[in-house]
């Protein structure tokens, strides 16, 4: 059984030698996996890890934490764009950009802005996006359910069953990581619940979110099997049926041939 990771970040400086750590996952128990981004230097180092293996696919973008922080915005979504616009590399998504409402210093204005000009990047590149949703989901939902043609992925689902309920309907997709293994978070298994077959994606969030009974430790895709397994008891469907279909979910919307 092979999982596939819709988000994962490699280029964290607490996997040192990452490029073994990633060959001996895809070369066991990973299908594949999306490296993201959070600024354009860490874009960049996620391409490059992505062109040296196989089964590995980038995402460039704009954190609204790492963005409130960097004084030329301007300079620093060019630099993602011209990233997106290299065919070699491997940039299948605009990620992860979103509203991070979780620390006192929060600007909203400036995050506001960066998480539209990205929808409006991926709107000109066709490609979807991964949305980062900390402690803002009434104003993410307020901007996506205005959205027609954008396609999205709300990462590390946290919010409601209802408001699952309410994304699934207008085509977005939902990623659950480890959070959906922890004993005091019965309300992401019910939003898991409400989320039709074919709009699931698992992923690790490594470094962090590491699943029960490995929280606290340093976390990569090998720990899936957990996550998968908690997905599988929600839906009523084996581990081997989760694993597959949340893998042939994420190839068709990160468009990955096979
Ligand atoms: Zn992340």
Same mark, same amino acid.
């Given at each position: ?8 970040? @490699?280029y964290?400086?607490? *996997? ?14 990973? +299908?594949? =996996?999306?490296n993201?981004g !959070?600024?354009?230097?860490?874009s960049?180092t996620a391409s ?10 980038a ?5 609204? !934490? ?7 915005? @301007? ?5 993602? +764009? ?19 409402? $979780?620390?006192?210093? !929060? ?7 960066? *998480?539209?000009?990205?929808? #409006? =990047? ?5 490609? /979807? ?17 205005? #959205? ?17 309920? #309410? ?9 659950? +990581? ?7 978070? /019965? ?5 898991? #619940?409400?989320? /039709? =077959? ?9 470094? @962090? ?10 976390? $990569?895709?090998?720990?899936?099997? @957990?996550?998968?397994?908690?997905? +599988? ?19 068709? *919307? ?5």
């Amino acid at each position: 059984m092979k999982f596939f990771d819709s988000h994962a970040h @490699y280029y964290d400086e607490k *996997f040192a030698g990452a490029d073994d750590i990633i060959s001996a996952l895809l070369s066991s128990t990973v +299908s594949g =996996m999306i490296n993201v981004g !959070t600024d354009p230097d860490n874009s960049i180092t996620a391409s490059e890890q992505a062109k040296r293996h196989p089964g590995m696919f980038a995402a460039a973008g704009i954190h609204p !934490t790492d963005g409130q922080n960097i004084a030329d915005i @301007y300079a620093a979504l060019d630099r993602i +764009s011209a990233l997106l616009a290299d065919p070699g590399s491997k940039c299948v998504a605009i990620g992860e950009i979103g509203l991070d409402y $979780h620390y006192p210093d !929060t600007d909203r204005k400036k995050q506001t802005e960066i *998480f539209l000009a990205q929808i #409006e =990047m991926a709107k000109k590149t066709d490609l /979807p996006v991964i949305i980062h949703d900390r402690d803002a989901h009434g104003d993410i939902f307020d901007i996506l359910v205005h #959205e027609k043609e954008l396609r999205a992925v709300l990462h590390s689902f946290s919010g409601s069953a209802e408001s699952a309920k #309410e994304y699934a309907r207008r085509g977005y997709m939902i990623s659950f +990581s480890g959070t959906i293994t922890f004993k005091n978070a /019965p309300r992401v298994r019910e939003a898991a #619940e409400a989320v /039709p =077959m074919d709009q699931l994606l698992i992923e690790t969030d490594c470094p @962090y979110l590491a699943p029960h009974p490995l929280r606290g430790t340093v976390n $990569h895709s090998g720990n899936l099997v @957990y996550t998968n397994r908690a997905l +599988s008891l929600v839906k009523g469907i084996t581990e081997e049926e989760c694993a597959a279909l949340t893998e042939a979910n994420a190839k068709r *919307f990160f468009g990955i041939d096979k």
